[in-house]
């Protein structure tokens, strides 16, 4: 098929991501001394839209502070980027933040979304491109494994995206791994904007995940609904409860689930015992120094040529370049 303004790329996606990948995950997580489950599992459909409602949450400041500070600094951006690029951005999920910088960048030849959840990402892809008149090449794929551009990307600038501090939930080790990728992924040269949420005082960062309307909550059980309707577990969901703390040591907000008793869980033949207050760990989402992430980009192959902060210095989006 062939792009035209305001298309949609209709392709296959082969993922290495269905229920053989997600029970294997699952298993050997529940197996583990401090049982895990892994993040991107987070977002099936219902998964998905949670997430966008957390963004809209008063308490969860992320979401406005990046915005702001994209719809304050996006004619700065586009002057760095230069026309004619192809915006890459990974972790796509409803693309809302993505719009700010498509109506800056001068020339743009393509926007190629990538995220896990399938459907969520069609439909956001044919809303934006209706909206923008501008090409757009969804791709359905796991970002934190190798992959290659569709071949009916444009091959000339690329430019990454991957906002939302959502670098924040990996490992360093594997955020640094994530970087070495897209590095070899976008080139030599191109230019990756990436979102790092700053490290802050305890109450404004628990606060942020454990809000008032439960929201947040809702988000991490889900993961267990997804389990017994994907896998036929047996996960009762009154028995655990949404739990999210600060780990200064660590320098991260840790999500777990909780047993309120204990009990024991069946899945594919295999029985998983739980002792009152024993958790699962759900996701880590580490906050940075403007230095710390700098040193974080070196060591996965890029150099930081800007970076900029909302005005109570909440959040910051870094501009690099690869080496």
Same mark, same amino acid.
């Given at each position: 098929?062939?792009?035209?303004?305001?298309?949609?790329?209709?392709?296959?996606?082969?993922?290495?991501?269905?229920?053989?990948?997600?029970?294997?995950?699952?298993?050997?997580?529940?197996?583990?001394?401090?049982?895990?489950?892994?993040?991107?599992?987070?977002?099936?459909?219902?998964?998905?839209?949670?997430?966008?409602?957390?963004?809209?949450?008063?308490?969860?400041?992320?979401?406005?502070?990046?915005?702001?500070?994209?719809?304050?600094?996006?004619?700065?951006?586009?002057?760095?980027?230069?026309?004619?690029?192809?915006?890459?951005?990974?972790?796509?999920?409803?693309?809302?933040?993505?719009?700010?910088?498509?109506?800056?960048?001068?020339?743009?030849?393509?926007?190629?979304?990538?995220?896990?959840?399938?459907?969520?990402?069609?439909?956001?892809?044919?809303?934006?491109?209706?909206?923008?008149?501008?090409?757009?090449?969804?791709?359905?794929?796991?970002?934190?494994?190798?992959?290659?551009?569709?071949?009916?990307?444009?091959? $000339? =600038?690329?430019?990454? @995206?991957?906002? +939302?501090? #959502? &670098?924040?939930?990996?490992?360093?080790?594997?955020? *640094?791994?994530?970087?070495?990728?897209?590095?070899?992924?976008?080139?030599?040269?191109?230019?990756?904007?990436?979102?790092?949420?700053?490290?802050?005082?305890?109450?404004?960062?628990?606060?942020?995940?454990?809000?008032?309307?439960?929201?947040?909550?809702?988000?991490?059980?889900?993961?267990?609904?997804?389990?017994?309707?994907?896998?036929?577990?047996?996960?009762?969901?009154?028995?655990?409860?949404?739990?999210?703390?600060?780990?200064?040591?660590?320098?991260?907000?840790?999500?777990?689930?909780?047993?309120?008793?204990?009990?024991?869980?069946?899945?594919? $033949? =295999?029985?998983?015992? @739980?002792?009152? +207050?024993? #958790? &699962?760990?759900?996701?880590?989402?580490?906050?940075? *120094?403007?230095?710390?992430?700098?040193?974080?980009?070196?060591?996965?192959?890029?150099?930081?040529?800007?970076?900029?902060?909302?005005?109570?210095?909440?959040?910051?989006?870094?501009?690099?370049?690869?080496?």
């Amino acid at each position: 098929m062939t792009n035209t303004e305001g298309s949609v790329l209709e392709r296959e996606r082969p993922l290495d991501s269905g229920r053989e990948a997600f029970l294997a995950s699952v298993l050997g997580g529940l197996a583990a001394p401090q049982k895990t489950l892994e993040a991107k599992y987070f977002y099936d459909a219902r998964g998905s839209r949670l997430f966008d409602l957390i963004t809209e949450l008063d308490e969860y400041y992320l979401t406005n502070a990046e915005t702001a500070l994209l719809q304050t600094r996006a004619g700065e951006i586009a002057e760095r980027v230069g026309a004619g690029a192809t915006l890459v951005e990974f972790g796509s999920g409803s693309s809302v933040k993505t719009r700010i910088l498509i109506q800056a960048m001068k020339d743009l030849r393509a926007y190629v979304p990538i995220d896990i959840s399938g459907a969520h990402l069609d439909a956001a892809a044919k809303r934006l491109a209706a909206d923008c008149g501008l090409p757009v090449i969804p791709l359905h794929a796991d970002y934190t494994r190798a992959f290659a551009l569709p071949r009916e990307v444009p091959r $000339g =600038r690329l430019v990454g @995206f991957f906002p +939302g501090s #959502t &670098i924040g939930n990996f490992e360093p080790p594997a955020a *640094s791994a994530f970087l070495e990728q897209a590095r070899a992924l976008l080139g030599a040269g191109a230019r990756f904007l990436v979102g790092a949420d700053l490290q802050k005082d305890r109450a404004r960062l628990e606060a942020a995940y454990n809000d008032g309307r439960g929201v947040t909550a809702d988000f991490n059980l889900n993961l267990l609904v997804r389990i017994n309707r994907e896998l036929g577990g047996d996960f009762d969901l009154g028995a655990f409860r949404h739990k999210a703390f600060y780990n200064a040591e660590e320098g991260r907000i840790e999500m777990h689930l909780e047993s309120t008793k204990a009990q024991s869980v069946e899945l594919a $033949g =295999r029985r998983f015992d @739980f002792a009152a +207050g024993e #958790t &699962i760990h759900t996701e880590n989402s580490y906050k940075y *120094s403007l230095e710390s992430f700098a040193a974080l980009a070196r060591h996965g192959g890029w150099r930081r040529e800007a970076v900029w902060q909302d005005p109570e210095g909440l959040f910051s989006t870094h501009m690099l370049i690869g080496e």
